[in-house]
C-alpha cells in the first residue's frame, strides 16, 4: 500500500511538472498612443488646417497597432500584428523606418529567466540584433484592483528612464519651456536668424511614470514590450500618452506556437543601436537646415 501511494505521488509530481513545462498562453494587445497636435504650433506657413487635419489623422492611425504576445513560464516573443496598406498608402518602406520608432517592428523576445532579450531591428537598410540585459523596474504594488476581460488586475507603478529612439515619448514643450525658446527666437531676429524647426515644439523627457495593472490568475512574469517583473501576467500598461490594453487571452490552446529568439541581423547593445540612431537623425536635422538655406527648401523649417 505504501509503494502504491509513493508512486501515485510521483505520479502526480511528474504530471504537475510536466504541465508546467507545456504551458503556453497567448494574448493580444491594442497599442494607441496620442498623437500630437500641430495647431498652434510654429510650422511651414504653407500647410493649411485641412492638411494639419490630414497629418493628424494620418498620424493617430500610425500610432494604432495590434500585437500578439505568446508565453510560457521563462519565455515570451511580442511581435505587432501585420496590416495591409490601404489602397493609395505609402508602402512597406515608410512603414518599417516609422516602426522603429514607434515601439514596432520586428520580433521582441523576453527570457525572464536569464533576464535578458532580443529584438530584430530594420533601420536605415541596414539589419540589426540588439541584445541586451531587461530593464528592472522599481514596480510599487498597490492595492487598487480592476476588472479586465473577467480577470482581476492589481495596480503597480514604477519610473523609467525615458528611451531617446522611441519617439512615443515625446511630450510638448510645456509654457516655460516655450516661453524660453521664444526668448532665444527673439534674440535671433536681431542677429538676421530666424529659422524654427518644428521639433523645436517638442522634448525628450528624462524620465516617465509607468501604471500597469497585472493579473495573479495568470502566474508568469511576463508582459507587453519590455515589461516583466510582476506576479502575474501584466494586461495593462500606460506612461500617460501610450496605453497598451489586452484584448483576448487563450491559455494551453491545442497548437503550441515556438517560442525562440531573432536571429538575424548585426549584433550589437541596446547603447550601441540608440547611438547609431540618434547620430542619424542629426544627420538628418543638418541637411533639413541645409535646404532651408536654399531656395525652395524644405517644409520642416520656416523662415519669420
Known amino acids: ?37 500641430f495647431e498652434g504650433m510654429r510650422a511651414n506657413r504653407d500647410i493649411t488646417p485641412e492638411m494639419q487635419k490630414s497629418m493628424e489623422e494620418r498620424m493617430k492611425k500610425m500610432l494604432e497597432k495590434t500585437f500578439v504576445l505568446n508565453f510560457d513560464k521563462s519565455a515570451s516573443i511580442y511581435k505587432e500584428e501585420e496590416k495591409l496598406d490601404a489602397p493609395g498608402q505609402q508602402g512597406g518602406g515608410m512603414r518599417i523606418m516609422m516602426n522603429s520608432f514607434m515601439g514596432g517592428g520586428g520580433t ?57 529612439t522611441d519617439f512615443r515619448n515625446l511630450r510638448p514643450k510645456n509654457d516655460d519651456n516655450k516661453k524660453s525658446e521664444d526668448k532665444k527666437d527673439d534674440a535671433k531676429k536681431t542677429s538676421g536668424d530666424t529659422k524654427t524647426n518644428f521639433q523645436d515644439n517638442f522634448e525628450m523627457p528624462k524620465e516617465i511614470v509607468i501604471t500597469a495593472w497585472y493579473s495573479p490568475e495568470i502566474p508568469v512574469n511576463q508582459g507587453p514590450e519590455n515589461y516583466w517583473g510582476l506576479p502575474g501576467l501584466i494586461l495593462e500598461v500606460n506612461d500617460g500618452r501610450t496605453t497598451i490594453l489586452c484584448s483576448k487571452i487563450v491559455l494551453n490552446a491545442k497548437d503550441k506556437v515556438e517560442i525562440k529568439a531573432p536571429t538575424k541581423g548585426k549584433v550589437i547593445s541596446q547603447k550601441d543601436y540608440d547611438e547609431t540612431v540618434i547620430k542619424k537623425m542629426e544627420e538628418f536635422r543638418e541637411m533639413n537646415r541645409g535646404r532651408e538655406g536654399a531656395p525652395g527648401g524644405g517644409p520642416v523649417m520656416i523662415r519669420r
Open 108 to 164: 521582441f523576445y523576453k527570457d525572464v529567466k536569464s533576464k535578458s532579450y532580443t529584438v530584430d531591428k530594420e533601420f536605415m537598410g541596414k539589419e540589426f540584433l540588439v541584445i541586451d540585459s531587461l530593464p528592472k523596474l522599481n514596480w510599487k504594488l498597490e492595492s487598487e484592483t480592476k476588472q479586465i476581460g473577467g480577470y482581476t488586475c492589481y495596480k503597480a507603478t514604477a519610473v523609467k528612464e525615458a528611451s531617446k
Open 1 to 37: 500500500m505504501k509503494k502504491v501511494i509513493f508512486y501515485m505521488s510521483l505520479m502526480l509530481v511528474f504530471t504537475q511538472v510536466q504541465a508546467q513545462k507545456d504551458f503556453q498562453g497567448m494574448a493580444v494587445y491594442e497599442s494607441k498612443t496620442q498623437a500630437p497636435k
